[in-house]
């Protein structure tokens, strides 16, 4: 599965972005889908993942009400609905792919494909 990210860039605090992860080479209604993020001088993390349909998602905590993930099946895209941005969501943000699972997905390892990310950045 080949995945390319867009939609990132500059917003102030209190605005929007909607990033959009675009996946190629494989079924894409196959696979479970997440966003990493990692900021500088820190380890990559979880912020949001969905499941084969758009009714399995959770959240990081720090995201909750903010943050909204989903996906369209027949575009082979997920997508990620950033509001309310604060600066300590300035990081790169990836998307990635694994077969579908009946567990959660909030682990960098569970994942198989992964996007080369783009950056957010949020000033004050």
């Known amino acids: 599965v080949q995945l390319v990210e867009s939609g990132g860039g500059l917003v102030q605090a209190g605005g929007s972005l909607r990033l959009s992860c675009e996946a190629s080479g494989r079924t894409f209604s196959n696979y479970d889908m997440g966003w990493f993020r990692q900021a500088p001088g820190k380890e990559r993390e979880f912020v949001a993942a969905i499941g084969r349909s758009d009714d399995a998602t959770y959240y990081r905590d720090g995201v909750k009400g903010r943050f909204t993930i989903s996906r369209d099946n027949g575009k082979n895209t997920v997508y990620l609905q950033m509001n309310s941005l604060k600066p300590e969501d300035t990081a790169v943000y990836c998307c990635?792919?694994?077969?579908?699972?009946?567990?959660?997905?909030?682990?960098?390892?569970?994942?198989?494909?992964w996007g080369q990310g783009t950056l957010v950045t949020v000033s004050s």
């Open positions: 990635a792919a694994r077969r579908a699972a009946w567990y959660r997905g909030t682990r960098v390892s569970e994942y198989d494909y």
